[in-house]
């Protein structure tokens, strides 16, 4: 009697495309460098955002959670290609790589346009001291758009530099999503 033919499918799996050096060599990539760069400059955005105290929770809430998930999934990334366990999952991490940049990329550019607009909101609104007094106060000047906010000079101060870590990162997720089309394509 002889036994059932087995599928082949069942048995046998892809080997995985990769084609990064695993280890502590992406780090000597473009590649890996920009990984890098994407951690650190999300990590600020993160970190600048928070200590704005969030002014405008609406906005400023898309830009966090950007901000956290993909600083967590860009460190996950780069710690399975330095540890080399990206060898041992059977997929194509190119094309991952590029479909998570991909994404990473229009939600980083929607969140830099949040934190834009949040910090361009501040514009009608300054203190100003009383003339013969030692009273101030607050003149609120007719608001340019939709949003209206009420920055301190340091609140402002650190929403322009969300601002352009925000932009940054972006550029670095849009750089590596270019690099990344250029591997999978090969």
Known sequence: MSEPATNPAATSFPAPTISLPLGLEVLRTYSGALVSLE????????????SSNVPVPLLQGWVMFVSVTAFFLSSAYLTLLITGLADRINTDWNFLDVFYHFVALLFYF????????TT????????????????????????????????????????VAATIFAFVATLCYGCSMVMGFKRWRM
């Open 39 to 50: 951690i650190l400059f999300g990590g600020l955005v993160w970190i600048l955002v928070a």
């Open 110 to 117: 929607a969140a830099f346009v949040l934190e834009a607009a």
């Open 120 to 159: 361009a909101a501040n514009g009608g609104a300054h203190i100003k001291p009383l003339p013969n007094s030692t009273e101030t106060v607050m003149c609120i000047t007719y608001p340019r758009g939709n949003i209206f906010t009420v920055l301190s000079d340091k609140q402002y101060s650190i929403n």
